[in-house]
T-cell receptor
Framework: DAGITQSPRHKVTETGTPVTLRCHQT?????MYWYRQDPGHGLRLIHY???????DKGEVSDGYSVSRSKTEDFLLTLESATSSQTSVYFC???????????FGDGTRLSIL | TQLLEQSPQFLSIQEGENLTVYCNSS?????LQWYRQEPGEGPVLLVT?????EVKKLKRLTFQFGDARKDSSLHITAAQPGDTGLYLC????????????FGKGTRLSVIA
């Protein structure tokens, strides 16, 4: 399914380093989301975007920033990674806030 | 505050058994979606229900939206090993750009 691509798929890095994850879509969908998924916590929303340069915080936004300079790309940045940010990160896209979301295959991030 | 409570959290059954998982809330939702997630992949939409009391069937899976649109259930008849996965419900709130609310999921294991 080539509509949404996350990169990298896996990354190992050290505490204190900056990390940027990329979500790329070819569907021209307006809404894009970043989630993290951890055992016992389910999917937790980090940040979302409802248009180019329009973003808002989710429930676990501390330590994360995002940018969306064009429709197809939504970047998630960890300015100074911490071990608590070790997780699997998912990007999702949709046509509307209540419409079904189409998810990427995830990025497994390990911070040592 | 977890707006959507899913139960049970874990379920392990034998092939051929029936099961029901639940998604409950004290809030009213404009729609309710069910997703299934397999290891190493993102969640994939199974169904959306939008009308109170609505029942939808997808082969051996039956989905119901509560009359008051506060809860939903997923019933699987004659479970197969291929049904194994994490089942997530998500509620839409029909309020501006407000994102979906996800439950923490039910992890189902069907043993052959």
């Amino acid at each position: 399914d080539a509509g949404i691509t996350q990169s990298p798929r896996h990354k190992v890095t050290e505490t204190g380093t900056p990390v940027t994850l990329r979500c790329h879509q070819t569907e021209n969908h307006r809404y894009m989301y970043w989630y993290r998924q951890d055992p016992g916590h389910g999917l937790r929303l980090i940040h979302y975007s409802y248009g180019v340069k329009d973003t808002d915080k989710g429930e676990v936004s501390d330590g994360y920033s995002v940018s969306r300079s064009k429709t197809e790309d939504f970047l998630l940045t960890l300015e100074s990674a911490t071990s608590s940010q070790t997780s699997v990160y998912f990007c999702a896209i949709t046509t509307g806030p209540n419409s079904p979301q189409h998810f990427g295959d995830g990025t497994r991030l390990s911070i040592l | 505050t977890q707006l959507l409570e899913q139960s049970p959290q874990f379920l392990s059954i034998q092939e051929g058994e029936n099961l029901t998982v639940y998604c409950n809330s004290s809030s009213v939702f404009s729609s309710l979606q069910w997703y299934r997630q397999e290891p190493g992949e993102g969640p994939v939409l199974l169904v959306t229900v939008v009308t109170g009391g609505e029942v939808k069937k997808l082969k051996r899976l039956t989905f119901q939206f509560g009359d008051a649109r506060k809860d939903s259930s997923l019933h699987i008849t004659a479970a197969q090993p291929g049904d194994t996965g994490l089942y997530l419900c998500a509620g839409g709130r029909n309020s501006g750009n407000t994102p979906l609310v996800f439950g923490k999921g039910t992890r189902l294991s069907v043993i052959a």
